[in-house]
């Protein structure tokens, strides 16, 4: 099977696998399971960021959340030990269901065993993929998920998170980020974070 219609094959089982999440998401007019849309926004994403990205980081795009809400954050206590344990879990978890999805699909072990360790996000700040993959998750979440978490949260809170989302991306990635079209709202929140 060539490369393209293997890696669209396992983006289809991907997204399959994802619509049966009962949480949506309107966008643009369009209803979306919220985790099929998540993916969609990983790989556009992806596709701006990084054009020539090896297929095994696009892989990991596309599933980086798959089926996460089997593990919801409410499962495990509500303070930081329980949300780290959770995040580890779900590292897991991910690496899992993606291992079997690219088995059926019939992917080698090398590229399995790749998407999983980008999964679990080894060496960050040291691997170029796993740094390119967290990248991209924050450019995602500052320009879509940001906004209504800050809403509901207080302002110190927010800008903890912005200063600790921002420690995690490369150079790169926050030159990009800062080229989003961000609200004022939040474009105010991302100055105060930074020049704190």
């Not at 978890?93 to 790749?114: M, N, P, R, S, W």
Request: with cysteine.
């Amino acid at each position: 099977m060539a490369t393209k219609d293997r890696l669209l094959e396992a983006f289809q089982h991907f997204d399959a696998a994802n619509k049966q999440d009962p949480n949506t998401e309107v966008f643009e007019g369009t209803t979306y399971p919220k985790e099929v849309l998540y993916g969609i926004r990983m790989t556009e994403r992806l596709n701006e960021f990084n054009p020539t990205a090896s297929e095994a980081l696009r892989l990991t795009a596309r599933c980086q959340h798959i089926c996460r809400w089997e593990i919801p954050r409410e499962s495990y206590d509500m303070n930081r030990e329980g949300y780290l344990r959770w995040r580890q879990d779900l590292k897991k978890f991910h690496a899992k269901k993606a291992t079997d999805i690219l088995q059926e699909v019939g992917y080698d072990q090398e590229t399995i065993d790749t998407v999983t360790f980008l999964l679990e996000k080894k060496q960050l700040k040291r691997n170029e993929d796993t740094q390119c993959l967290e990248d991209v998750i924050c450019l995602v979440f500052l320009q879509y998920y940001f906004e209504p978490f800050a809403l509901k949260h207080p302002e110190d809170k927010t800008i903890d998170i912005l200063q600790k989302t921002w420690r995690k991306m490369s150079p790169k990635g926050q030159e990009a980020a800062l080229k989003l079209p961000l609200s004022k709202y939040a474009l105010d929140l991302v100055t105060k974070a930074l020049s704190a």
